[in-house]
């Protein structure tokens, strides 16, 4: 699915705003229909060791927040082409083991945040970037992980992985990363 770029108007800006609310108070109360509820601390797994992994007694690691969040062990992001909400190919595989990996720490609330690269408007790339995070989401979803543990946020252009002017640089921050929900 492509977007078009929006004329920039006032109208528009408006309308990109209210979205973006939108947006944000959508992540804080949750999926339609349930009960606005906060993210309770009590959900943790409670194991505050430092990030070390434990044994479950049966020599493999047990997995827990730290696991999930670890950068090497953990959840991974996944990466759009140019102006796109599409998933591709390699991110559906990606997203697969991430789901995996989401219902073996089954307290983890996680965090989708969209990004886009600095081509375009903000209120453009903060549309992308929500769409991005939005269709990570559904997807997640179709994979058996609960809505209720999912939230997304869009940063736009506003956090680039590498603030490179360039093809390489702008195909890094095109993405979708996982982090704990706070």
């Not at 194991?47 to 997995?63: L, R």
């Not at 994979?143 to 195909?171: C, Q």
Request: a negative charge; hydrophobic letters at 35%.
């Amino acid at each position: 699915m492509r977007l078009e770029n929006p004329m920039n108007t006032g109208v528009v800006r408006t309308a990109a705003m209210m979205a973006l609310v939108a947006v944000l108070l959508t992540g804080m109360t949750g999926c339609k229909g349930k009960k606005n509820t906060a993210i309770d601390p009590n959900l943790t797994n409670g194991n505050n060791s430092g990030g070390s992994e434990t044994s479950s007694g049966n020599e493999m690691p047990e997995m827990n927040e730290a696991w999930l969040f670890s950068p090497a062990t953990g959840l991974q992001a996944i990466y759009f082409d140019y102006d796109s909400y599409d998933l591709r190919t390699d991110a559906l595989a990606t997203l697969r083991d991430n789901a995996d990996k989401i219902k073996n720490v089954p307290n983890s609330v996680i965090q989708i945040a969209g990004h886009c690269d600095e081509r375009g408007t903000q209120e453009y790339n903060l549309a992308l970037g929500e769409k991005r995070a939005l269709a990570v989401r559904s997807h997640l979803m179709n994979l058996g992980v609960s809505g209720d543990r999912v939230v997304t946020i869009t940063y736009g252009e506003e956090m680039p992985a590498d603030a490179s002017s360039n093809e390489a640089a702008w195909a890094k921050n095109r993405r979708c990363e996982f982090n704990k929900a706070m």
